[in-house]
């Protein structure tokens, strides 16, 4: 079974530039979740989608952040304009419902704004 | 809210010694704990939960974990480490079976000396 899948594995601009990435969850499962590592932290959830639909994205900075995810499989997660503070590694889970929902991590994205 | 506190940032561990990662949670209820480890470039890899009964869990690679009520701790245990468990380890918390939000530690580093 595929895990997981994120791309780019890295990435570096500028600030004020924009970047996306992107994540293919794992086969069958509808909650994907996208989460913030800082350097020397735990992961932050960003954003949760239940199929289509954000159910949660209260930690999600809307002044420049967004995400979609069309037709309930892959996701976008953006940035518009980066920010030197969003230098960080951008990971992707995903889960299935039903029992508690064990999240599996993708490699995630490290994301450097220079 | 809840919060997840690894007071140790850095341990370091001879192969073949035991090895105990301590991890702390503030929450009013009995949460549901987890311990993920993170090897440098990949994501985060399920080692083990608790969600109620038994407070001694097993989880993969050998490790087990304790939850004690009294003390709000889930410390995650291994009798004898290989170099490869060198890694990142983090302990996680959510509190709501159907809104399974973690929590996470900020992360204890394992080195392995031979």
């Known amino acids: 079974e595929a895990g997981v899948v994120q791309s780019p594995r890295y990435k570096i601009i500028e600030k004020k530039q924009p970047v996306a990435f992107w994540c293919n969850p794992i086969?069958?499962?509808?909650?994907l979740y996208w989460y913030r590592q800082n350097l020397g932290q735990g992961p932050e959830l960003l954003i949760r989608?239940?199929?289509?639909?954000?159910?949660?994205d209260s930690q999600l900075p809307k002044d420049r952040f967004s995400a979609e995810r069309l037709k309930g499989v892959d996701s976008t997660l953006k940035i518009q304009p980066a920010e030197l503070g969003d230098s960080a590694v951008y990971l992707c889970?995903?889960?299935?419902?039903?029992?508690?929902?064990?999240?599996?991590f993708g490699p995630g994205t490290r994301l450097t704004v220079t | 809210a809840q919060s997840v506190t690894q007071p140790d940032i850095h341990i370091t561990v001879s192969e073949g010694a035991s090895l105990e990662l301590r991890c702390n949670y503030s929450?009013?209820?009995?949460?549901?704990l987890f311990w993920y480890v993170q090897s440098p470039g990949q994501g985060l890899q399920l080692l083990l939960k608790?969600?109620?009964?038994?407070?001694l869990v097993q989880g993969i690679k050998g490790f087990e974990a304790e939850f004690k009520r009294s003390q709000s701790s889930f410390n995650l245990r291994k009798p004898s480490v290989h170099w490869s468990d060198a890694a990142e380890y983090f302990c996680?918390?959510?509190?709501?079976?159907?809104?399974?939000?973690?929590?996470f530690g900020t992360g204890t580093r394992l080195t392995i000396i031979p």
């Open positions: 996680a918390v959510a509190t709501n079976f159907g809104n399974e939000k973690l929590t």
């Open positions: 889970a995903s889960s299935v419902a039903g029992t508690f929902r064990e999240q599996y």
């Open positions: 086969s069958g499962h509808n909650t």
């Open positions: 989608y239940e199929n289509e639909e954000a159910v949660d």
């Open positions: 929450y009013g209820a009995t949460p549901y």
């Open positions: 608790y969600f109620s009964g038994d407070t």
